[in-house]
Structures are given as structure tokens and as C-alpha cells.
């Protein structure tokens, strides 16, 4: 590669994580079903989960209340964490291609951040069973945004910072609305990659 293409490339890119790494929507749903239906005898319908947890705002437990069920949102998390485990040991992979595109990140001095609105605990979970883990150095995770979730710019901001990098230097990858708009706010360019999850018309227009 010639110095001039080097130049061009990113110092760092910030990926997140559930559908741009892997995916894992179905696993997280299904971590839920199970949970739910374990503690309190109800069913979660896809559609509730895509509608309220997944593409919403609300929490398990918003929308167990809802259905007039009293929930304990610790024993909630920390069942739903176990089931997530689980899963992902059985099931997760990478995206096909991401490990080469990650080695070769490596090979040109490329960080790489994962920027994500899940809980820690679950990504480190999925990173280390589709056996990538070694190639971030930074996990931001909802932990560490004090409230402020995709689409607010905080997420990426806190990343950036974390390797000291300004949004000039940093390329996103993203998957969805929500995070396309975190990245764009932050001043970052931002590449949007399709999925089984992401196929509402307009979603990844934002996207460079």
C-alpha cells in the first residue's frame, strides 16, 4: 500500500455491536421468551419485542408492567443474562468476511472500538463467542452513556475519547437508524451495513 492511501484511511473505526458484528436479535428475543415466560408465565410475541425493546425505548420491565405484571428487575436482568450466555455460546458467529476485514484493520494500525446500546455483560458475551474479542480494545456500553443511548451523540463521544481520537480521524459501522443519527451527531462519517433486522424502507439513508 502507498503512503498515499494510508494516509487516507481511518485511525480508528467504532463499530457497534448486535447486527453489525453479528447477529444476534433473535437471540436476544428468544433470552427474553424464555425469561418471561420462566418468572411470570407470559409469552413475548415477536412483535412486541421488535416494536418495544428492540427498536424502542422501553425496558423488559416497562413492558411486562404494562401487561399488569409485577417485576423484580434484577432478577429479571440477571435471568434473561444467563439465557443470553447461553444462547450466544450455541449459536453466535461473526458476520461472514468481519474477521478478515479485522485482521487486516490490525495489519494497518486500525483501533477498533465497539460503541453499543447493550449491556456490557451481553457484549462481552457475543464478542467472546464469535471469538473476536481480541480485537477491540474498547467496549462502550450502556453502563457508560449515563442515560444519554443512541441516537444521542454521547456514545460515540465517549469513544472517541476512550482511544483519543477526534471524529475526523474515525469511520462508524452501523446498522440502524438510532445509530446511523449517534454517529452522525458525534461528527463522525458513518458506513450502514444490511441485516435480517434492518429492513425498514429509508432506515440507512442516513448513512455515508
Not at 5 to 26: C, M, Q, W
Not at 53 to 64: A, E, H
Not at 103 to 127: K, M, P, Q, T, Y
Not at 174 to 185: F, L, N, P, R, Y
Request: hydrophobic fraction near 35%; aromatic fraction near 8%.
Amino acid at each position: 500500500m502507498t503512503k498515499q492511501v494510508k494516509s487516507k484511511l481511518p485511525k480508528v473505526i467504532l463499530f457497534d455491536a448486535d447486527g453489525t458484528l453479528f447477529e444476534s436479535a433473535h437471540l436476544h428475543f428468544e433470552a427474553h421468551r424464555r425469561t418471561a415466560h420462566e418468572l411470570h408465565g407470559y409469552d413475548y410475541s415477536k412483535e412486541l419485542f421488535d416494536t418495544h425493546i428492540w427498536r424502542g425505548q422501553k425496558t423488559s420491565s416497562d413492558v411486562l408492567a404494562e401487561q399488569g405484571i409485577d417485576v423484580d428487575p434484577h432478577e429479571y436482568t440477571e435471568r434473561k443474562k444467563a439465557h443470553y450466555k447461553q444462547l450466544v455460546n450455541d449459536e453466535l458467529a461473526p458476520h461472514e468476511g468481519l474477521v478478515d476485514f479485522l485482521d487486516w484493520c490490525h495489519e494497518h494500525s486500525i483501533r477498533r472500538v465497539v460503541v453499543s446500546a447493550g449491556r456490557r455483560a451481553d457484549i462481552e458475551a457475543a464478542l467472546n463467542a464469535a471469538g473476536i474479542e481480541k480485537y477491540f480494545e474498547v467496549i462502550i456500553g450502556r453502563e457508560d452513556v449515563g442515560g444519554k443511548d443512541k441516537p444521542h451523540p454521547f456514545p460515540y463521544e465517549t469513544g472517541l475519547r476512550a482511544v483519543g481520537f477526534a471524529a475526523k480521524d474515525a469511520i462508524a459501522v452501523e446498522d440502524s437508524d438510532k445509530g446511523i443519527s449517534s454517529a452522525k451527531a458525534a461528527g463522525l462519517r458513518c458506513i450502514a451495513i444490511t441485516n435480517q433486522s434492518n429492513n425498514i424502507p429509508n432506515e440507512l439513508d442516513k448513512a455515508d
